[in-house]
């Protein structure tokens, strides 16, 4: 498939609009879900995956070839769903960082082990459960949970995507597992 | 409590694919002995497993001719010969 994408890509570098539309096609579910999950609204989602896209072809010279093309995009879109989360006052005070706490915010100081009362698990089907789990991951640590296990990129493409060291990757990767881990155990 | 917080290290970096052979060793003897080890390893394995297991959403109906629409009118690169 690369390949593919590979050889529509070069046509639209040389002025076939058409050829990007199969591109869109090929990669519309996977940065629509991202923007979704990052997002957590459905009309944002849609607005600023079509923003990506969008950049992606005006900024298409500037895709060098030799990298994986997925990477490039995957980036463009983040950055465009973490300038929105941003913009919105109470997930970014969730967000910040709690001075003096070494990377700590304030929402890994909310209580993770906290049960739902039963009847309310019980009313919740477990696919909704888990994905309101990952939605109330704090946004940093989200990103990287669903670019790892839901879009298989490596750490090292993570790290690219995100523009952040390799090694912020991997304590935020960890970080994420575990207050996953503390919310879905009982499950 | 600290040989946990080693183990706990080791099990991440088993998970991230990024482990040693020695301390994939080191993590294989310790879990033998620890069953709260083995345990939290087992959640993380399962967590993991779960998040994956979440369904795939699909982009809503008309998403790529929208995108189309929005394409900036392409220009004709015009150059002047001299």
């Known amino acids: 498939m690369e390949l593919i994408i590979r050889e529509k890509i070069k046509q639209v570098k040389k002025g076939d609009q058409t050829a990007f539309e199969d591109v869109v096609m090929f990669y519309q579910d996977k940065i629509y879900q991202h923007c979704l999950r990052m997002l957590g609204n459905q009309h944002e989602a849609e607005d600023i995956a079509q923003e990506a896209f969008i950049r992606a072809y005006v900024n298409i010279h500037s895709y060098d070839e030799r990298r994986k093309f997925s990477t490039w995009l995957y980036r463009i879109a983040t950055n465009l769903t973490i300038d929105r989360l941003r913009k919105r006052k109470p997930d970014y005070y969730l967000d910040a960082e709690v001075k003096g706490t070494d990377g700590l915010d304030m929402y890994s100081q909310l209580a993770a082990d906290e049960k739902l009362p039963e009847d309310e698990l019980e009313g919740l089907e477990l696919q909704t459960y888990i994905q309101k789990q990952i939605a109330e991951l704090p946004s940093k640590y989200r990103s990287i949970i669903m670019l790892r296990y839901l879009e298989d990129f490596s750490l090292q493409e993570i790290s690219e995507i995100l523009d952040i060291p390799i090694g912020t990757v991997k304590t935020r990767i960890h970080r994420g597992r575990e207050a996953l881990r503390k919310k879905l155990r009982h499950v | ?82």
Not at chain 2, 7 to 28: C, N, P, Q, S, V
Not at chain 2, 30 to 56: D, F, G, P, Y
Request: glycine share 2%.
């Open chain 2, 1 to 82: 409590m600290d040989c946990h917080k080693k183990a706990l290290e080791l099990m991440h970096k088993h998970l991230d694919g990024d482990i040693t052979r020695a301390e994939e060793h080191e993590l294989k003897v310790h879990l033998e002995e620890c069953l709260a080890c083995q345990k939290h390893l087992h959640e993380l394995k399962r967590t993991v497993t779960l998040i994956q297991s979440t369904e795939r959403i699909k982009a809503p109906e008309g998403f790529a001719s929208k995108v189309m629409d929005q394409l900036p009118i392409e220009k004709k690169r015009v150059r002047y010969l001299r």
